[in-house]
């Protein structure tokens, strides 16, 4: 039962709200009691407005059994979402409930599922996993270089040691370095028995520095301390500790370094949310260092990421937001089979206001095995990203875990500007923003279509600006399709991905002159009107007094050619008489042509 309404006396239910489809792809939201009585309204030009200029029309969703306040509430609901939202809602993709509505338990996960098929949310580049293992028994846990060639990646083997092997082949294959990089009994010595993770990054003066993860000698004290290095294989532990949580108390682990544009130094770690060291309460948090990590200012919880977290890993992206990737459990699941990712908004200078992306980024089955210790670097090509992960069969004492990879070889484009063009534009400059675009080095940049039933145009004119910024010319002609056209775009390595519904083609609106609207019809004297629309289709032509009582229809049909059209008013009724001396009102009503103008007639 809806909420909010009176129980009696109950209103007939006997309204309707429907969704009618233009001659231009645009929806129109309505309520009627007779909706095929409506429909006929509209397509006679005696219904809304906006169906008169954008007619005729054809129903493509339609719900019965309403009062007319219930009607009314319903339209406006539709009327407010968006046209993805919407055409779900026809194709019968989506059930959107009332505003205000009782619920049961079992139907949450449902409505879930189903907002998420029609929330507006952006694309995500696809990570596709390779075959084989890239280091095996062994706990990934870092990498010293922003690019895969030559890239030395640090990894702990059982639980005192820090380990480093370097790659020269795009992350394929890897050689142990010799010998042991940190250790429990590094100097100077710290109450450290366990080493439980690590993040690497360089200094400007070609330095580096690492910040690890462990755990006191005592089992219950964990913190996160730092080490430095002048070549990146002897280590050295810096005096102090750089983060603990709860004063060393709470759990701390899995710490993951970014360096910011303006040079600071930004830390994400998993802690526990209350101080303790239960899985459940385990969060990601974040802490700045404005002098390249070797202080750091009170680490703080992220918002809007409230769900259990095993590890975390970040990157930073070429426009300086940060996406984040961790490990996370099922539902009703205690086990760490997938991982998620989060990305901050463009005007997030801080690195600190994340929202969740849709989907999983990788994900396995529960019952097998658990993924753990999630790392980001990115390709020899520059564009791609790989993510190196550990996966760690069960039982999990029998195994231990060994390193694989997933990579990105696909483009993301995720918005076209502008997304709204007219077709007599001729040749348009679109900036296709997104992620995963190559070129940049040795390789060439995507190229790009835009499709649609019946049509296609191929871009030109292609300009990378980076991995995330194309400009792409689309050159349209005065006849071009109209409605929604998907972009297509592809990347030198043949991957593809399809941006469905990216740009809106239109025609621009239509025009009305009149030339002598002051007549004398006993002289022979007449009004020319000369109507010019943009798109073919209904116009009619109406002559009403000033009170608005009708006198002549001048011109209706349903299929107008584009361009213009010349008609003639010669001051004569319906009937054929001629009217009297006065001011008459010409309401013109076509193709984007909604249009009201005087005609004054002397005898």
Same mark, same amino acid.
């Not at 079992?106 to 907002?115: C, G, N, V």
């Not at 070549?231 to 899995?254: A, E, F």
């Not at 029998?398 to 997304?419: E, M, Q, R």
């Given at each position: ?33 007779? /909706? ?7 397509? %006679? $030009? ?6 008169? =200029? ?13 009062? #007319? ?54 694309? &995500? ?11 095996? =028994? ?55 028995? %366990?080493?439980?993770?690590?993040? /690497?990054?360089?200094? +400007? ?9 462990? &755990?006191?000698?005592?089992?219950? &004290? ?14 050295? !532990? ?28 930004? *830390? ?15 969060? &990601?948090?974040?802490? *700045?260092?404005? !002098? ?29 937001? /940060? ?10 699941? +205690? ?42 670097? #990115?390709?020899?090509?520059?564009? #791609? ?16 875990? =060994? ?13 076209? +500007? ?42 030109? %004119?292609?300009?990378? +600006? ?34 469905? !519904?990216? /740009? ?19 002289? $022979? ?63 013109? #009503? ?14």
């Amino acid at each position: 039962m809806l909420e909010g309404l009176p129980h009696a006396p109950q209103a007939p239910a006997e309204w309707s709200v429907y969704i009618a489809r233009c001659a231009d792809d645009s929806l129109y939201t309505g309520t009627a009691k007779d /909706v095929a009585k409506r429909l006929d309204q509209h397509n %006679s $030009g005696h219904g809304a407005a906006y169906t008169r =200029s954008h007619g005729p029309v054809r129903l493509v969703y339609q719900e019965d059994g309403l009062t #007319r306040s219930q009607a009314l509430v319903r339209e406006a609901r539709i009327k407010s979402q968006s046209r993805q939202t919407k055409e779900l809602l026809i194709d019968g993709k989506l059930i959107l409930p009332a505003k205000k509505r009782t619920i049961s338990k079992s139907m949450i996960p449902l409505l879930f599922f189903l907002f998420s098929l029609a929330a507006p949310a952006r694309a &995500v580049p696809t990570f596709v996993k390779e075959d084989g293992v890239r280091i095996a =028994s062994v706990t990934l846990t870092g990498s010293s270089s922003v690019n895969m060639a030559g890239a030395r990646f640090y990894y702990v083997r059982g639980s005192t040691a820090v380990y480093s092997a370097l790659t020269a082949d795009g992350g394929m294959s890897f050689t142990e370095d010799a010998g042991v990089r940190l250790s429990t009994y590094t100097t100077p010595r710290l109450d450290v028995s %366990s080493i439980t993770a690590v993040s /690497v990054m360089q200094l +400007t003066n070609n330095t580096y520095r690492m910040l690890y993860s462990a &755990v006191g000698s005592t089992g219950t &004290v964990f913190r996160i301390y730092s080490a430095s290095s002048t070549d990146g294989l002897t280590w050295y !532990n810096d005096t102090g500790t750089r983060v603990d949580n709860n004063g060393g108390v709470g759990y701390i682990g899995s710490p993951s370094l970014i360096k910011r544009s303006n040079g600071d130094w930004r *830390l994400y770690y998993v802690a526990n949310a209350d101080g303790g060291t239960a899985q459940s309460s385990r969060r &990601v948090f974040s802490a *700045l260092s404005t !002098n390249q990590g070797r202080d750091f200012a009170a680490g703080t919880q992220l918002a809007n990421l409230n769900g259990q977290v095993g590890d975390t890993a970040a990157m930073a992206r070429t426009d300086n937001t /940060v996406r984040l990737y961790y490990t996370a459990p099922l539902a009703n699941s +205690t086990t760490y089979s997938t991982i998620l990712s989060a990305l901050t908004t463009s005007s997030d200078n801080n690195g600190t206001i994340f929202s969740q992306e849709s989907g999983t980024r990788l994900s396995t089955d529960a019952a097998t095995g658990l993924l753990s210790a999630p790392f980001l670097v #990115r390709s020899t090509e520059t564009w #791609r990203w790989k993510l190196y992960y550990n996966w760690t069969p069960f039982p999990l004492s029998a195994t231990p875990p =060994s390193v694989y990879c997933a990579t990105v070889f696909a483009p993301d484009p995720t918005s076209l +500007t502008p997304n709204n063009v007219l077709r007599t534009a001729g040749t348009q400059t679109f900036k296709v923003a997104g992620e995963a675009f190559s070129g940049g080095g040795s390789g060439s940049a995507p190229t790009f279509t835009l499709d649609q039933t019946g049509g296609s145009l191929t871009g030109t %004119s292609i300009v990378r +600006t980076d991995d995330q910024n194309i400009s792409v010319d689309f050159t349209l002609a005065s006849n071009q399709g109209l409605g929604y056209w998907n972009l297509t775009a592809v990347n030198d390595n043949g991957q593809t991905t399809v941006l469905n !519904n990216a /740009v809106y083609i239109d025609f621009a609106p239509g025009t009305v002159k009149l030339t002598d609207n002051l007549i004398r019809p006993r002289l $022979g004297a007449r009004t020319r009107i000369d109507v010019m629309t943009n798109n073919s289709g209904g116009m009619t032509l109406k002559l009403y007094t000033i009170t608005g009582r009708p006198v002549a229809t001048i011109y209706d049909t349903s299929n107008a050619a584009q361009g213009t059209t010349t008609v003639y008013w010669d001051g004569k009724t319906a009937q054929g008489g001629t009217v009297a001396s006065g001011v008459y009102i010409l309401r013109t #009503r076509g193709q984007k042509v909604d249009a009201t103008d005087k005609i004054v007639v002397i005898k």
